[in-house]
């Protein structure tokens, strides 16, 4: 009864108009539709549905608008669309998130995907929100409680923050987003689950979030059989939903997974736009398109919550410098990098410590965690350095104090690493200290 609240049903037929404004079909060609007679009432962006005579209805949006006649971007392929056929013209989906959202899944234009009725909120949110102000917008808060001994202590998040989580196909990249979305500390969570499986979205609502992690959570997903529209516009809702939180005051987490798709659809788009491809295939507005996403996340204002943000990436063959990863790093506060070696030899999370960066370092950390931290980075780099050499037999114990602690200590580091660790950031230290006394390095060594 709760999601029946007068004021909400107001909002709803409100919304609703009595006035369908008709066009006709004058031409198909490269996938993209030609419309007379709704030229003087169509914005981008606004939705269409395209009525054949064979066949079911035909959705999609309007993509441009000249001085006679718009074009059409179909969600499916315009197969049986005939010269003349009627086009009916609707409003910009709204779409309104509210609190009754949260622990429900929803599409990008918030029509409920688990089968129960939702209203949407009172207050209709512009997708393409402009992000704080700069100069008002609070520092970087607190350092956050994340579930894994690795991210309490070496990779700190702190309140507002913005990571990218670099992974090939298969590596643990959805299993390490679920762990955060159950286990971080956060009033409230946004996930956005961009091109996704469909086999995945339920898997990932139901066994990697569970009913305690979808209690605070709200689930954005278009399926990867869904039209570029909608796959790019599910980045877009989820962060709608997620400023939403934030100007409640909550401090909310947010998971992508994944801009690659994100970038992908949006490439689909301009390429049906007539936008010429210059980044190895993605179109040039494709970066300012990905910095505005990041920079909606962060600190909020003075009387806002925060967003911390985890955005996904896919790097295909671990290429790190491919365009979407590239554009990332330069807008992103840090780094976490998954590794498929470490993942095929049994370690998860997959974390490559030595290519993975926080920048919320050395100000989240006191003056002997960093001094951990940074003995612990030596001990790692000196064994990767030499595991070549280590593992032919070669290594000879006395040659190089460094690398004699670091082959001492490497299987209970690495263990370290894989431990989930839900008594908190003191206690990952704690036992971090106790490794490093044990290899004669660091605090009360």
């Not at 919304?15 to 060609?29: D, E, K, L, N």
């Not at 913005?162 to 762990?179: C, E, M, Q």
């Not at 494709?286 to 925060?306: F, K, M, S, W, Y």
């Not at 940074?374 to 593992?391: D, F, N, P």
């Amino acid at each position: 009864m709760h999601d029946l609240d007068p004021m909400r049903l107001k909002c709803e037929f409100d919304r609703m108009s009595a006035v369908r404004h008709i066009g006709r079909v004058t031409s198909v060609a490269r996938g993209v539709i030609e419309i007379d007679g709704l030229a003087a009432r169509a914005r981008i962006g606004d939705h269409l549905t395209l009525h054949r005579q064979s066949g079911p209805d035909l959705q999609g949006e309007v993509l441009h608008v000249e001085s006679d006649q718009i074009h059409m971007l179909p969600a499916t392929a315009p197969d049986g669309v005939c010269l003349g056929d009627r086009v009916s013209l609707e409003q910009m989906p709204a779409f309104a998130p509210g609190l009754h959202w949260l622990g429900r899944v929803v599409d990008p234009f918030g029509k409920p995907l688990d089968g129960k009725p939702l209203l949407p909120g009172t207050h209709d949110r512009d997708l393409m929100q402009a992000p704080p102000a700069a100069v008002s917008r609070k520092p970087l808060g607190a350092r956050m409680e994340t579930g894994l001994a690795i991210l309490n202590t070496m990779l700190p998040i702190v309140q507002g923050q913005r990571i990218g989580l670099f992974a090939g196909s298969g590596v643990g990249k959805s299993t390490l987003l679920a762990t955060l979305a159950r286990s971080m500390q956060a009033d409230a969570v946004v996930v956005a689950l961009v091109g996704e499986r469909g086999r995945e979205v339920n898997e990932f609502v139901e066994t990697a979030l569970g009913a305690e992690g979808m209690k605070r959570s709200i689930v954005v997903a278009a399926t990867s059989d869904q039209s570029a529209l909608a796959r790019r516009r599910c980045a877009w809702s989820a962060m709608s939903a997620a400023e939403y939180l934030r100007d409640q005051g909550m401090n909310v987490l947010f998971l992508a997974d994944s801009v690659t798709r994100f970038a992908e659809a949006h490439r689909e788009i301009a390429a049906a736009m007539g936008e010429a491809p210059s980044l190895r295939g993605f179109p040039p507005s494709v970066t300012p398109l990905i910095a505005n996403l990041c920079e909606r996340a962060g600190p909020g204002t003075a009387d806002q919550g925060d967003i911390t943000a985890v955005f996904s990436v896919l790097v295909a063959g671990s290429d790190m410098d491919e365009p979407v990863a590239d554009i990332l790093r330069g807008v992103l506060d840090g780094h976490i990098v998954l590794s498929r070696e470490i993942a095929e030899r049994g370690r998860f999370p997959a974390i490559d410590l030595s290519r993975s960066v926080s920048r919320s370092l050395p100000a989240a950390a006191t003056a002997d965690e960093n001094q951990m931290i940074a003995e612990t980075r030596k001990l790692v780099g000196s064994y990767e350095q030499s595991e070549v050499m280590i593992k032919a037999g070669l290594y000879a114990e006395g040659a190089d104090p460094l690398l004699d602690r670091a082959v001492r200590v490497h299987e209970e580091l690495d263990s370290f690493f894989a431990k989930a660790d839900p008594d908190g950031i003191d206690n990952s230290f704690k036992r971090l200290s106790l490794i490093l006394r044990r290899a004669g390095a660091g605090p009360g060594r």
